[in-house]
């Protein structure tokens, strides 16, 4: 964009700014990759290295066995299940009761629709973080503790808000006229919604989903206080056992914590794209 | 999904409803029904709010006034104890002045370099691409997990910051950054920024894609300079999109525990926590471990944070935009 491009003497600043922009990238990527890079580096190295003092940047000793080691733990294994059912089970439950929601509050005019949206902002403030006692509480009544359900349904609530604010910008988008055609052609309301606006929304969907998947993936007071049973804790907790009082592997801690990262990096570099588009439905009426 | 789509087209016959044809006075009776399909489509959503969001909301306020015992045994009404034994705790006015000093040291300076951030990420240049995708790590990464890296990274005796800055002669000796009371608060206030910077970029990043490119040849046409371009074309053609980061910052710094608990998980007493993880240390980690006042505790923080919200909404005068 043309917008902050500084005025210097054009002729200089034309052959000049291509490998200025790259560079100051290249550094500005840095910043955000380092502490990454060195958690790698930790993860190549044996545990006892990692605590070495001065510290290092390259490891002293590679060990190249840590992931597989890692991999092979069944510790890790349950969390990573744990982590994968908790995640795809929420974000269904999050889209299930999105796209009706946003649908009819973008698309018809009734009474209670603002008292509604104000709702789905209103929870936005609620932090499971701020209610986990209450949470706690009324999982402890329901014999809820320490069970996957209790984990979905608290992710699946507090990642809805963001999933309806979405999909809203982006069912208000749709052209009249496609709905219109679509219940001239005798579709009902439901099978038009199904059929003919999902189709139209795919970004929106997507970004919803990549977005509640990732919030839960990533979820960590209340699955901290609401799973005590070691293997049905999540990854993000779970590794916690790497790095106790008693054992300090910070290599293994890390491998793990990477394996954690890496998917979701993936899932994101595939919707940056949408994610740009996908927040402006959100924000510009 | 829909559990029950005859209902819904029993319930909402003729065309769909149109908002100029409401406005302009349709009979009530049809607004009602329409009001009452729409309750089919609100309903998973309602009852996703109502039992996990509501109920604990309502758990928790009941509990706010309980007299628990240490194993959090309900033993009786405690009226406002709990209130004013929180208000009254040695550890609260540092806790609040955390609070504010947290929410102010990261939103403002994240909003900031977001600012310049999203603006750089904008212009083309080769490897944009790659820096972009740079730039989402930290936000796809968990809090806690970055928390923990950091932990080390800071760490006295073994962190790389440390071996860096001594290298650099930036320092002269090592630098307990998560210990030495005067740099603990500075260092998780970095992680904070760190941390919330990518979101808010791509937040404002979507708001200056969404600004066409006309306004900017008008703007050369009429011979603006490049930040006169910036401050009367660029900054109140983002304002919506600011007011959106500035609003959801506020909300999850301020509700943010994993930082804040992981980094300062090695110090004793309540000195650097913030009133999210005081909460928590009250409710589950504290020697007193009292349910109540943790429960008052986080009945106040949801106060504070819609006191906060609200407060800035009034500063930056949010209806102008929907106007």
Request: net charge positive.
């Amino acid at each position: 964009m043309t917008a902050v491009a500084p005025t210097h003497p054009p002729g200089l600043w034309r052959r000049l700014r291509p490998r200025v922009l790259s560079l100051t990238g290249i550094l500005i990527g840095t910043v955000f990759l380092a502490p990454y890079a060195v958690m790698l580096l930790d993860a190549l190295r044996p545990a006892a290295d990692v605590l070495q003092s001065p510290p290092t940047l390259l490891p002293r000793h590679w060990q190249l066995s840590t992931f597989g080691d890692v991999l092979a733990d069944l510790r890790f294994r349950s969390w990573l299940t744990t982590s994968v059912i908790v995640a795809v089970t929420s974000t269904a439950i999050v889209i299930a009761a999105a796209v009706p929601a946003a649908y009819v509050t973008a698309r018809h005019r009734f009474p209670g629709r603002t008292a509604f949206l104000l709702l789905v902002l209103v929870t936005q403030l609620f932090s499971p973080t701020s209610l986990v006692v209450g949470l706690y509480r009324e999982f402890f009544q329901l014999n809820l503790v320490n069970t996957y359900l209790a984990i979905i349904l608290t992710n699946a609530a507090f990642n809805l808000a963001f999933a309806v604010w979405i999909l809203h910008g982006f069912f208000a988008s749709v052209p009249k006229e496609v709905e219109e055609a679509a219940e001239l052609d005798g579709c009902s309301r439901p099978r038009t919604v199904l059929r003919v606006m999902l189709p139209l929304i795919r970004p929106g969907i997507v970004t919803a989903v990549i977005f509640s998947f990732i919030a839960a993936w990533n979820e960590y007071v209340v699955a901290l206080t609401l799973m005590q049973d070691d293997s049905k804790k999540p990854l993000n907790v779970g590794i916690n056992a790497y790095v106790t009082g008693y054992e300090q592997h910070w290599d293994q801690m890390f491998a793990a914590s990477l394996l954690a990262i890496v998917p979701v990096v993936v899932l994101f570099v595939m919707i940056e794209k949408h994610l740009v588009g996908g927040l402006t439905a959100g924000s510009v009426k | 999904m829909v559990s029950a789509p005859d209902l819904v087209r029993v319930a909402a016959p003729g065309p769909p409803a149109e908002t100029a044809r409401h406005r302009a006075g349709t009979p009530r009776r049809r607004q009602r029904a329409m009001g009452r399909a729409a309750l089919w489509w609100l309903s998973p959503a309602l009852l996703l709010i109502g039992g996990v969001v509501i109920y604990p909301a309502i758990e928790l306020i009941d509990a706010s006034f309980g007299r628990y015992s240490i194993t959090g045994l309900r033993l009786g009404p405690a009226g406002d104890a709990n209130y004013t034994n929180v208000l009254a705790h040695p550890a609260t006015p540092a806790v609040l002045t955390n609070t504010l000093v947290w929410v102010v040291a990261v939103v403002v300076p994240t909003i900031l370099l977001s600012l310049a951030l999203a603006q750089f990420l904008s212009l083309e240049f080769a490897g944009r691409r790659i820096v972009r995708w740079a730039v989402l790590v930290p936000w796809a990464a968990s809090l806690v997990i970055t928390s923990r890296l950091f932990t080390l990274l800071f760490d006295y005796y073994h962190g790389i910051l440390n071996r860096l800055l001594l290298a650099l002669h930036v320092v002269g000796r090592p630098v307990d950054w998560l210990g030495d009371d005067r740099f603990t608060m500075l260092s998780i206030v970095t992680v904070g920024v760190f941390v919330t910077v990518p979101f808010t970029t791509y937040v404002l990043l979507a708001g200056l894609n969404a600004i066409p490119e006309e306004v900017y040849e008008a703007a050369r046409i009429d011979g603006a300079g490049w930040w006169q371009t910036y401050r009367h074309v660029t900054l109140p053609l983002l304002r919506p999109a600011l007011l959106v980061a500035a609003v959801l910052n506020i909300i999850y710094v301020f509700n943010s525990f994993p930082v804040v608990y992981t980094l300062n998980d090695r110090n004793p007493g309540f000195s650097h926590d913030t009133s999210i993880t005081f909460m928590y240390k009250l409710a589950f980690k504290s020697a007193d471990h009292d349910v109540g006042m943790a429960a008052a505790a986080g009945v106040m923080n949801v106060a504070l944070i819609l006191v906060a919200v609200v407060i800035y909404l009034r500063l930056v005068d949010w209806r102008k935009d929907h106007s």
